[in-house]
């Protein structure tokens, strides 16, 4: 089989190579949610465990504070399992909704949006993986703060395990809420400032005992995501604990975290193109 250089072919006579249309590059697959879910909480927990520890002890002993300042002023019954219950959930408002949106103001001021708009991963990966490892920090505070708390208060402790209910739920509505507040807003500082706000309600709404509320400041709290966990929560202290009304509360605090990360996610798309 001889070989013809290709000058030597007439006019018009392309070889097989030219002739073949270009193929387009194949495109690999798209990266599914569950494992970039997983990468992206995995690095987010090695990226914060160091500089986060520090702050969730700061997060415990601030609400193991305020209960025994608040032992001076309750001594049982409903407004003790208020106190105690709402202590537990301030540590994870502190974390997932106070300092996740300063992390979110800061990156989105950063360009660290830029970062992760490059990467092969669904933005709903980025705003979970954030959302659940700061939320993870805060299970070791917030189980401290209710033992801590029924000591204090003479309540049960055979329900405590309602938190692995309570945590991830109140933590996933407070997470989604932190995200979209540090993503909207259009400075850092104002990140900050809202999610201190936030976190205030959070202290005030929650840890106050319902009773002692007016009824325009009961209404307000009815519109705190976290107000349903603490309710759920507060529940299981009872001597006969109303399951029914426990699982609504946590029913609640899961659709209200759903919304809240929902919203969380859209921001995050409307910042990374920005």
């Known amino acids: 089989m001889s070989v013809v250089p290709a000058g030597a072919l007439p006019a018009g006579v392309l070889t097989a190579d030219e002739a073949a249309p270009p193929r387009p590059a194949a495109l690999g697959p798209r990266a599914r949610l569950l494992p970039s879910l997983a ?28 209960m025994i300042l608040m032992r001076g002023v309750v001594d049982g019954g409903g407004e003790a399992r208020a106190v105690v219950a709402g202590s ?83 933590g996933a509505a407070l997470a989604g809420l932190g995200a979209a507040l540090g993503l909207l807003a259009p400075r850092p500082e104002l990140a900050t400032l ?5 976190m205030s309600a959070a ?32 529940r299981t202290f009872a001597p006969h604990p109303d399951w029914a009304h426990v699982l609504g509360d946590l029913a609640v605090c899961g659709v209200v975290g759903v919304i809240s990360l929902a919203v969380a996610t859209w921001a995050y798309r409307r910042a990374a193109v920005r």
Not at 44 to 57: E, G, N, T
């Open 39 to 66: 990468a992206v909480y995995r690095a987010q927990l090695s990226r914060a465990r160091v500089a986060r520890i520090p702050l969730l002890f700061v997060a415990t002993f601030q609400s193991v504070g305020i």
């Open 203 to 234: 202290l005030l709404l929650g840890v106050l005992p319902p009773e002692r509320m007016p009824e325009a400041v009961r209404l307000v709290r009815d519109l705190l995501p976290s107000t349903y966990g603490v309710e759920a929560f507060a």
């Open 88 to 170: 537990s959930v301030l540590v994870v408002a502190f974390v997932a909704l106070n300092l996740l949106a300063q992390y979110f103001g800061q990156l989105r001021a950063s360009g660290g949006l830029d970062h992760y708009a490059t990467l092969p991963v669904p933005p709903a990966a980025v705003v979970l993986g954030a959302a659940g490892a700061y939320a993870s920090f805060t299970v070791p505070g917030t189980v401290v703060t209710a033992v801590a708390g029924c000591a204090l208060f003479g309540l049960p402790l055979a329900h405590l395990w309602i938190l692995a209910a309570v945590i991830p739920l109140a």
């Open 194 to 198: 809202l999610g201190q706000l936030g």
